[in-house]
């Protein structure tokens, strides 16, 4: 195995999704920081290099054999279980988190006044995924899923009114670093989801589900940024080489 100090965190996630969760316990961007090396990730995140080291190492020893089943997915496949899992699971939360948010800053706002900014943020995380997901659905899903069809067949492909599929990959990976950044900021406005001493469990229940909001955004645009996007572009420049 290569040095894991050499390699970026990109190439690491995309080794085994396990490494995932020891890059999300030291707040390590994989997703839309995944192209960074390895060295310079840990220590914009001010994480010690030989503890993430030792980390990842034990969870690469003992990863399972389904660990990359997302690199050998088809595209098709990939953009399915991504609409199924991820973005379904993002409308669902998105939806039940904002009550839930306006509920508890009515109640405990005044004692804890970064509510009101976390109740920004949320909203602002709502209005920027919305429209985005729907982007994905109706106009750069199909079109992947169109190339890989046919190609399958030995077809020509259809040429895309946004003339390369690099455009709005570009436009979709800008969003997700937008969205990340929200993100990184709901994690530091509410103290890494800290649970304050007499929270009720609606508010408990907020920074739970907040907090998990963030761990499967990131898993979702880890996928698409890192192994959808890579594969659906050079399908493409395949795909008219070939015609």
């Not at 994480?47 to 595209?75: G, I, R, W, Y």
């Not at 900021?185 to 007499?198: L, Y």
């Amino acid at each position: 195995m290569e040095n894991i100090t050499t390699r970026t965190v990109r190439e690491i996630a995309l080794e085994s999704p396990a490494t995932t969760r020891v890059f999300e316990s030291y707040k390590i961007d994989y997703c839309c920081g995944g192209r960074k090396n390895f060295i310079d990730a840990c220590e914009l995140a001010g994480a010690d290099p030989a503890s993430v080291q030792k980390d990842l190492e034990t969870v690469l020893a003992a990863k399972s054999v389904d660990d990359s089943q997302h690199v050998e997915m088809t595209l098709t496949d990939s953009i399915n279980h991504i609409v199924d899992t991820h973005h379904r699971f993002t409308y669902d939360e998105l939806d039940r988190l904002q009550p839930l948010m306006e509920k508890v800053n009515s109640v405990h706002g005044d004692v804890h006044p970064e509510l009101a900014k976390m109740s920004e943020l949320l909203e602002a995380i709502r209005s920027d995924l919305l429209p985005h997901m729907y982007k994905e659905e109706q106009v750069l899903f199909p079109y992947i899923k169109d190339l890989e069809y046919a190609m399958l067949r030995g077809n020509m492909p259809r040429l895309p009114p946004f003339g390369t599929v690099q455009h709005p990959i570009r436009m979709m990976m800008t969003e997700h670093e937008t969205v990340g950044e929200l993100l990184s900021e709901m994690r530091s406005v509410s103290g890494d989801f800290a649970v304050p001493v007499g929270a009720c469990p609606s508010y408990q229940g907020l920074l739970s589900r907040l907090e998990g909001l963030e761990r499967d955004l990131h898993q979702h645009i880890h996928l698409e940024n890192n192994i959808l996007f890579p594969k659906a572009a050079e399908l493409e420049v395949e795909a008219f080489r070939s015609h």
